[in-house]
């Protein structure tokens, strides 16, 4: 257990619609990173968040978007889904603002319809 | 553009058989590296990792990796492989001009008992 949560561990959803996935971080780290994983993609970078600002970005498109609240935990919010969208989606955190050891929570693997 | 590259994608072994993965990397100046592994149906865990000083760094589980500079390598090994190291594998770069963790596109390892 790396101490990462994430909800859901699952979401079917069908094409059009808006889902939120939530992670909290271990205690103590204050960035939490966004990842997507899929087949044909490998393991992309979406976004980090330090301390509840936004830090880095990668390969996030539009119609998604991140927030990370006071008590640290993290929302990524994916809107007008789309097939391509059913990827897992995982979530780490560091204690600081480099992404250098980072621990990965479960995942939620969403599946869109 | 800062990538990682891992040549193999599938390798399947017998037990006790060495292992090395290759791992390449295109980044300029000071670079954090890691390998990550990813067992079945679980989240994705650090092996080891090498941020500076000497080259040959060890993690956990009998694995080591070598830093080559020259090379821009980071391959990782194992003398004697097991049937419980049936995972995915993923080398990943941190450094350079970019505060992004990038990951190589994973290794599929499979150990034949």
Not at chain 1, 31 to 36: I, R, T
Request: with cysteine.
């Amino acid at each position: 257990d790396s101490g990462v949560t994430q909800t859901p561990k699952h979401l079917i959803t069908a094409t059009g619609q808006r889902v939120t996935l939530r992670c909290s971080p271990r205690s103590g780290d204050l960035s939490v990173y966004w990842y997507q994983q899929s087949l044909d993609q490998g393991l992309q970078f979406l976004i980090q968040y330090y301390n509840g600002e936004e830090r880095a970005k990668g390969n996030i498109l539009e119609r998604f978007s991140a927030q990370q609240f006071p008590d640290l935990h993290s929302e990524l919010n994916l809107s007008s889904l789309e097939l391509g969208d059913s990827a897992l989606y995982f979530c780490a955190s560091s204690v600081g603002q480099a992404p250098t050891e980072q621990y990965f929570g479960p995942g939620t693997r969403l599946t869109v319809t | 553009a800062q990538s990682v590259s891992q040549h193999n994608h599938h390798v399947i072994l017998s037990e006790a058989a060495s292992l090395e993965l290759g791992c390449n990397y295109s980044y300029g100046g000071t670079v954090n590296l890691f390998w990550y592994v990813q067992y079945p149906g679980q989240h994705l865990q650090l092996l080891l990792k090498y941020f500076s000083g000497d080259p040959l760094v060890k993690g956990i589980k009998g694995f080591e990796a070598e830093f080559i500079k020259s090379k821009f390598s980071f391959n990782l090994r194992k003398p004697s492989v097991q049937w419980s190291d049936t995972a995915e594998y993923f080398c990943a770069a941190y450094g350079g001009a970019t505060n992004k963790l990038i990951f190589g596109t994973g290794t599929l390892l499979a150990v034949q008992p």
